[in-house]
């Protein structure tokens, strides 16, 4: 064998990797790091940034890595009005979490009951038929496996498709489901 033969002929891993990426365009705009709350750790920044920039994005991440205030900060970063669908023992705890970095975030059953001086609110997912009809700007899809896989493709994408909405996809994998899927 010549001297680099059998490696040149080998595929690139490289390569393989990126002709198997999705190309998606960013929807979102840009955010400088000092735009993002400060109590929030600076890998923790980068990925808001990230995902705001990006404007649809999915977060995998462990438990305890802070993916509640990750998301309270792509929602406000967002800007507009932005609906948190989260289970209902996980909605009480954003609210609280909402207050360390500032925010109000209320817990709210009906479209009614979301005032207009709040810019985010959160529900739970038994409640996203309520919502169908509310423009927003922005969703976030906390613990996202744990919501019925139906909701996206019948109710929410569809309706921020029709106006380039912004979504997050958020929670910890837990084996081969519909968010594993968007992987």
């Given at each position: 064998y010549a001297e680099g033969a059998y490696f040149s002929s080998r595929p690139n891993y490289e390569a393989i990797i990126a002709s198997k990426e999705r190309k998606l365009a960013p929807i979102g705009h840009d955010v400088a790091?000092?735009?993002?709350h400060q109590l929030l750790f600076p890998w923790q920044r980068?990925?808001?940034r990230w995902a705001v920039r990006r404007g649809?994005?999915?977060?995998?991440?462990?438990?305890?890595?802070?993916k509640t205030l990750q998301q309270l900060e792509w929602a406000r970063l967002t800007g507009g009005r932005v609906l948190i669908l989260a289970p209902l023992a996980v909605a009480r705890q954003t609210e609280e979490e909402a207050k360390k970095i500032g925010l109000t975030v209320p817990y709210v059953r009906t479209p009614a009951e979301w005032q207009t001086?709040?810019?985010i609110a959160i529900t739970n997912y038994e409640?996203?038929?309520?919502?169908?009809?509310?423009?927003l700007n922005g969703i976030v899809l906390d613990e996202y496996a744990?919501?019925?896989?139906?909701a996206w493709g019948e109710v929410i994408g569809p309706a921020l498709a029709a106006k380039t909405g912004f979504a997050l996809f958020i929670g910890t994998p837990k084996g081969r489901n519909h968010f594993h899927a968007l992987y």
């Open positions: 790091d000092v735009d993002v980068m990925v808001v649809r994005a999915e977060l995998w991440e462990d438990c305890g890595l802070g001086s709040h810019d409640r996203l038929d309520a919502f169908e009809s509310v423009d744990q919501i019925d896989p139906a």
